[in-house]
């Protein structure tokens, strides 16, 4: 693995305006050549709508499913969206519990109001029609109308958790487009936005030279891109 050193602290926000330039295939590419091969959420994972971009910084919340309705309903999650910062994506492991909807409209509502970039649900989401007119970035396993009280219940968050798969901590990075989710370690960041800016440069020339219609085979022993 050689992951190459950086020129020194770049903010968030530059980093951020950089990913939206580029996109999850190149990302996820990248983060292989590095040898992180498990930094992409599965394809169980699906926006609710096709424009949705998900850039963020990672808060990780973690539920589990209940049989119960407990004394303060919500208590721990809207703890947690009540500290979301600027530029926070909400990263969701449900404990793999489909039964309810973790996530909603008003949640992405709140969200949206704290400057929150998205949501990543390894679980389901309702109100979908709503956060697709509200165009908040949600990913999700699917749709349900149930409610998640009595049903899933929040019990930690800022703590490490599995989504989908994928270990991530708040303050990761978060990347979502209509191919899929990455979620990229924090210490890496800079080193893969350089790499992926470099090689989505590379794809461009190799496109410009496929519609040429150039030979596939040749184009590729000359740039080992495809």
């Given at each position: 693995m050689n992951v190459p050193p950086s020129d020194g602290p770049t903010s968030f926000a530059e980093i951020a305006g950089r990913l939206r330039g580029l996109y999850s295939a190149v990302l996820c590419d990248v983060l292989d050549s590095l040898g992180y091969r498990h930094q992409a959420l599965s394809y169980r994972i699906r926006p609710l709508f096709p424009a949705a971009v998900a850039v963020g910084k990672a808060r990780t919340m973690l539920s589990r499913?209940?049989?119960?309705?407990?004394e303060k309903p919500y208590a721990k999650e809207l703890?947690?969206?009540?500290t979301l910062q600027p530029d926070d994506v909400i990263v969701f492991d449900t404990s793999e519990?489909?039964?309810?909807?973790?996530?909603?409209?008003l949640l992405s509502v709140a969200s949206m109001a704290k400057g929150a970039r998205g949501a990543i649900i390894d679980g389901l989401t309702r109100d979908a029609a709503k956060i697709r007119e509200a165009q908040f970035p949600v990913f999700a396993?699917?749709?349900?109308?149930?409610?998640?009280?009595?049903?899933?219940?929040?019990?930690?968050y800022d703590t490490p958790i599995t989504c989908d798969g994928v270990k991530v901590q708040t303050g990761d990075v978060v990347f979502g487009d209509y191919d899929g989710v990455i979620i990229i370690p924090s210490a890496l960041v800079e080193a893969v936005v350089e790499k992926a800016e470099q090689k989505a440069s590379r794809e461009k020339i190799v496109e410009g030279e496929f519609r040429k219609g150039?030979?596939?085979?040749?184009?590729?022993?000359e740039h080992g891109i495809l």
């Open positions: 499913p209940v049989n119960r309705f407990p703890e947690a969206l009540d519990d489909l039964t309810s909807a973790v996530w909603g409209e396993r699917g749709i349900s109308s149930y409610d998640s009280h009595g049903r899933s219940e929040v019990i930690d150039r030979k596939v085979a040749d184009v590729f022993m």
